[in-house]
């Protein structure tokens, strides 16, 4: 199997989550008792999102790319970015990196045009709900991306970046965001929630009584990995 290099840190909560992911994922097809040759690069949080609110793109395109060429010289021949914000610039990011990175934006429009959905709402950062990246990458497979409502938008950023980031986390918080997907589901028609911040699923992964799958970003990045790892 090829290295796998993570650009990770963005957050460090989502890091540990992906390296246990990807561990588990490579001992599912390898009961032999080895383990992957993984590389991470895990770079200031703090950096990317002052970059990614100041709207500077380039810098946070040479920043990550700088990040993405460490990896490649460490070994690493398959790579990925460990978070769905920096996806804001993913495509330019891509093109100038030296190996190949697969897209966390990209594999769960595929995952979900496999189950067949056609309307998705998603939770994420305040930069990735109001962003287009993921709406324009479904739209690609005629699927309709539905962001929350503006107050909604700004609890989930409140609390993804006030209590998820460090780890926090709270029943009452997890109660209120499966209240605002029960919401969506009946006023928006959504067929799904995008946990589109590798952070959510460490509060909401698992059994929801929402009545709709929730599309676990993280462990559908990891499968799509292994897949190019292969």
Known sequence: MKTIGMVGGIGPESTIDYYRLLIAAYRASHPDGSYPAIVINSVDLKTVLDLVGANQRDRLVEFLGAAVDALARAGAEVGFLASNTPHLVFDE?????????VSIVESARDRASALGLKRVGLFGTRFTMQASFYADAFAQAGMEVVAPQPEEQDYIHEKYMGELVAGVLLPETRAS?????????TR???????????????????DN???????????IHVKALMAAAA
């Open 93 to 101: 990011i891509a093109r100038r990196a030296p190996i190949p990175l």
């Open 177 to 185: 965001l499966s209240a605002i997907a029960q919401l969506m589901k």
């Open 209 to 219: 009584d929402v009545g709709i799958p929730f599309l676990d970003t993280a462990q």
């Open 188 to 206: 928006d028609g959504i067929e799904a929630m995008i946990l589109g911040g590798t952070e959510l699923p460490l509060i909401l992964r698992g």
